[in-house]
């Protein structure tokens, strides 16, 4: 006989084990309902991190600073030397997003997915970068943009270059 139920008591002395059990057994699946919500409650507040950062690059501001690097380099602008105002929303927009990711608060994954780009306006704007670090004596200066291009370039094995297809540099673009 594997189970012997001679003697079980489910109602009344003697039942003690009976109980105990059931109780770990409903604390168990109580703690397994509370991780699966926080696990379905942190992707949903990513996505909506994620949703926010796509409405405000698509956002009538960032088109316009965006366009105007475009212009600047269309012009001939050299790209260490494009206006600051642009370059320096695009650029905080980027260290945000990558102080985000680094952190953990949003995935890199889902940024690469959802935004893209961040290793060809690297490209752009390294030289225009470099020159604002050396001004500002601040070597870590849009350290996080750095980093989150660096990273979608390793995962896709390739460096952006000025002449990226991503940014049209051509002469009718205005």
């Not at 501001?61 to 030397?81: N, S």
């Not at 961040?118 to 470099?130: H, I, K, R």
């Not at 002449?163 to 540099?169: D, F, N, R, T, Y």
Request: charged share 20%.
């Amino acid at each position: 006989m594997l189970i012997n139920t001679n003697g079980l008591t489910l109602i009344g002395p003697g039942s003690e084990w009976f109980w105990s059990m059931l109780q770990f057994v409903v604390v168990a699946v109580t703690l397994v309902g509370i991780y699966y919500q926080l696990r379905s409650s942190q992707s949903a507040n990513a996505f909506a991190q994620l949703g926010g950062l796509v409405d405000e690059w698509q956002g009538e501001r960032l088109v316009r600073k965006r366009l105007g690097v475009h212009i600047a380099l269309r012009d001939g602008a050299a790209p260490a030397d494009i206006p600051d105002a642009p370059a320096a929303a695009i650029a905080n927009y980027w260290e945000k997003v990558g102080a985000l990711a680094r952190a953990g608060h949003v995935a890199p994954s889902l940024v690469a997915e959802g935004l893209g780009g961040a290793d060809s306006w690297w490209g752009v704007l390294a030289p225009w970068v470099e020159r604002v670090r050396t001004e500002d004596a601040n070597p870590e200066l849009f350290e996080h943009f750095e980093w989150l291009a660096r990273r979608w370039c390793a995962s896709t094995r390739r460096w952006p270059s000025i002449e990226s297809p991503s940014i049209a540099l051509s002469s009718n673009a205005s």
